[in-house]
């Protein structure tokens, strides 16, 4: 057995020991519990990826009321009459008398005789129309107003089914407002012209477009 001086070496030794321990502890931070990890880094930001696009969603633009799509293939053109007051390219004015005044006023843009239907035999007459209302109030157009008479007076109804597309409908057109559609007849076989009436409810006189079929 050591004496008293070599025992209190051993305590003096073993405080020093401890002091040393609890300095590193301290420089290392505290250790993690077992079974549970150390909160990680935040994700490195990378450069130059591209960003991810985005969609705008909202109501889609109207329709263009003056949009016409071409004439179906195989379609011909009818031709100008000059012989008539008015033919394809002309302008019309309809009145409607001294206490109604201007009702609307019509330009065939358009007109051509396109090939029968399937299982028909007469051929399909289509006209590009726009109609401008002019009417101090209102103005009602529809396709019910058109029809189209053949060299021997027959007359021919509109089509409110198939045909050339966009067709004209019906509708009011307010002061200076237009409207633009085709309007299709299954009409005659064999006649040297075609003539295109539009007669509104309050004109005195119809609109009358003639053309030759070629």
């Known amino acids: 057995m050591g004496g008293p001086m070599e025992t209190l070496d051993r305590h003096a030794a073993a405080f020093v020991a401890m002091l040393l321990i609890a300095g590193a502890c301290t420089q290392a931070g505290p250790l993690a519990p077992t079974g549970q990890s150390t909160p990680s880094q935040s994700a490195p930001t990378i450069t130059g990826a591209a960003p991810i696009p985005t969609t705008t969603v909202g109501a889609a633009a109207p329709p263009d009321a003056t949009a016409s799509a071409s004439p179906a293939s ?10 008539a007051e008015h033919t394809v390219g002309d302008t019309i004015r309809l009145a409607g008398g001294e206490f109604v005044g201007d009702q609307a006023d019509l330009y065939v843009i358009e007109a051509v005789m396109l090939p029968p239907a399937p299982a028909t035999s007469a051929p399909l007459y289509a006209f590009l129309v726009e109609i401008t209302g002019l009417d101090a109030e209102v103005f009602p157009y529809n396709l019910r107003d058109f029809s189209l008479f053949d060299d021997q007076r ?7 089914d198939g045909g050339q597309q966009p067709r004209l409908e019906f509708g009011d057109l307010t002061p200076e407002r237009n409207v633009r559609g085709w309007l299709t007849f299954e009409g005659p076989p064999d006649s040297a012209h ?4 539009y007669f509104p ?4 006189e119809p609109a009358l477009v003639r053309v030759l079929v070629p």
């Open 194 to 197: 075609v003539e295109l009436q």
């Open 154 to 160: 027959f007359e021919y109804q509109p089509l409110s």
């Open 74 to 83: 195989g379609a011909q053109p009818l031709l100008p009459d000059p012989s």
């Open 201 to 204: 409810a309050l004109a005195l």
